[in-house]
């Protein structure tokens, strides 16, 4: 599920848009509140509260019964609902292969792709160290 | 005898209207949106949401907006804003060690494992104007190179194989974390709270606190072990849910201070430490932070603490850009009655002084 948080609300949405969902219905309707993100002493060490973040969150039950939990960073409310709906899909016997197939395979695809540029162009900011005057002779 | 004054709402009103309109400037020039802001000044975007402890860029942009470029008032947004939210509840501590790093530099060790990564940085640019950004600017396409599936591990993890630099302090079983958004502050605090206060501090105070340190008030002799910004991932442990589910990635900055060590007649000598770590891109932020969490240590290494940045009743209770600024610019707000029992007790002074004063004749005159 950590695809879908790094992902849009609308490139969630337009891959799902394609596939014949079944009956569902918002168990929690999205809903925005903060969770208090923490960090270590010395990165490794006793843990500390860093400051907050927004959070939406969302829950939704398939007529089928199953239930998903959705959440995400940032305050968009539809986003942690098509997250929720995902994850109640994903547990479904008939549904689950295909949200894998069509949503979460291609999304997580695209998060590496978008990575691998990334790190690329980090890359290409690393130090050569080469040395210019040697003291011998 | 107290008065109560009411008056002014008009004028209130129109003075709101009038900020409305200096905020928006020259309406013939483009309005700036929340994207330009938080792409193109994303640096002021990232001490937004650090200092108003709320990480939301699009909040942060539109403090910014609001406020007109002023960030102690955007930060003031930013906090009351947090005020009007529940809280879910509290992340996993993040794995800053299993950040994906697009800076990763090492002022100690030229060889670390993952090498000296630049990433965007004003480091070794020659601070000149340049006049070709006035306008319709197009930067070079990024460089590109082969990247490496070598790990970046944190330089004080490497240090710390060899005993050279002392370890982390660990949680004790059952203690809880402190947080002073929800207990006012007492002393001594503990490290979480040290921590919290100086992640929300001021980063002006912060630079001016560290400086001192280094200018020798509470020196600690610092190198920078390491500074990485990058991203790491959120996991949060929902109740409902029943595990930790991912919420997404963060952008941080973190600073390793190694500093002078110490050692005694039972402890091997080792590099003693400061910590840093903040919201986006913000090394002078954490770099401040590293040398004031190292100096406000101070007792318990015990050292002499003479110092301010070294005084943890005077750091904490000065860092806070909101809370200062309320206390600073509350005086500008009508203080009328106040005033009015300062002039009624200085004029009764002055009677006296000059009844007192007075030539003698004066005093026989009057007798």
Known sequence: MAVLAHAEAGEIAARLRDLALPAHQDLRAPENGLVMLRGRVGGDGAPFNLGEATVSRAAVRLASGEVGFGYTLGRDGEKARLIALCDALVQSRDFGGLVERSVIAPLREQLMVRRKHAAAETAATKVDFYTMVRGEG | ?367
């Open chain 2, 1 to 367: 005898m107290y008065v109560a004054v009411k008056g002014g709402e008009r004028a209130i009103e129109n003075a709101h209207r009038l900020l409305a309109n200096a905020r928006r400037g020259d309406q013939s020039v483009a309005e700036v949106t929340l994207d330009q802001i938080s792409e193109q000044l994303g640096l002021a975007v990232d001490r937004v949401m650090s200092e108003g402890s709320l990480y939301d860029r699009e909040l942060a942009a539109l403090a910014i907006k609001q406020a007109r470029g002023d960030l102690i008032e955007a930060i003031f947004l930013v906090r009351a804003f947090r005020a009007t939210l529940p809280r879910f509840g509290t992340s996993e501590p993040v794995d800053t060690g299993a950040m994906l790093v697009q800076r990763r530099v090492s002022a100690t060790f030229k060889d670390i494992p993952g090498g000296q990564i630049l990433g965007p940085t004003f480091d070794y640019t020659h601070r000149l104007l340049d006049p070709s950004l006035a306008e319709g600017f197009v930067p070079e396409t990024p460089a590109t190179a082969e990247t490496s599936a070598a790990l970046t591990p944190r330089v004080t993890d490497i240090l710390g194989r060899d005993g050279l630099i002392e370890s982390s302090p660990e949680a004790e079983d059952g203690a809880s974390v402190g947080d002073l958004t929800r207990e006012p502050l007492n002393f001594p605090a503990d490290r979480d709270l040290r921590l919290q206060n100086l992640a929300r501090g001021d980063e002006g105070f912060l630079l001016a606190m560290g400086y001192s340190t280094q200018r020798g008030y509470g020196r600690n002799h610092p190198f920078v072990g390491e500074i990485r910004f990058g991203e790491v991932e959120v996991e949060f442990a929902a109740e409902d849910v029943g595990f930790a589910v991912p919420l997404g990635a963060i952008e941080l900055t973190e600073c390793q201070m190694v500093n002078q060590f110490k050692g005694s007649a039972t402890e091997a000598p080792c590099f003693t430490r400061g910590y840093g770590l903040a919201f986006g891109q913000s090394e002078r932020k954490t770099m401040s932070m590293a040398l004031v969490d190292r100096a406000l240590r101070a007792r318990e290494l015990g050292e002499e603490a003479l110092a301010p940045a070294q005084d943890e009743e005077f750091v904490m209770s000065h860092s806070d850009n909101v809370q200062a600024t309320g206390f600073v610019e509350h005086l500008k707000l009508p203080h009328y009655v106040d005033f009015q029992s300062e002039l009624g007790l200085l004029r009764k002074l002055r009677k006296e002084f000059a009844e007192a004063n007075a030539p003698d004749a004066m005093k026989e005159a009057a007798e």
